[in-house]
């Protein structure tokens, strides 16, 4: 029977994700993400702008209603929390190995 040392695998890639410690990969993707989504958004802002300023028929000052609504942007909601939050993968391998045989046909003496 042989036994090796057993390995402690901790796996704390989530926790450092969570604190903002990315590999260069996971960084790239989400900045590509944030970007792409952001410049949909300012499009799409845009874009409604430019419809509400074709209405002219409305008699409405929207140039000064834009500026108004960009001058008075949402306040922001603050809170805090504790990072990281989720508990690092902790994995155990143990190795054993055994050689033993099982013994057919014969007569085992106990009190010999």
Not at 55 to 61: A, F, K, T
Not at 96 to 111: F, H, K, M
Request: aromatic content about 6%.
């Amino acid at each position: 029977m042989s036994l090796e040392m057993p390995r402690l695998i901790i796996d704390q890639s989530q926790c450092f994700k969570e604190c903002g410690l990315k590999n260069f990969s996971d960084v790239t993707r989400e900045g590509a993400e944030l970007g792409q989504r952001r410049a949909l958004e300012y499009t799409g802002e845009i874009a409604e702008q430019g419809n509400r300023m074709a209405h002219i028929e409305l008699n409405r000052p929207v140039i000064a209603e834009i500026a108004l609504e960009k001058a008075m942007k949402e306040v922001k909601d603050f809170n805090i929390t504790f990072i990281p939050q989720s508990r690092p993968v902790i994995e155990v391998q143990i190795e054993v190995s055994s050689d033993w045989r099982p013994t057919t046909g014969r007569n085992i003496d106990i009190n010999a």
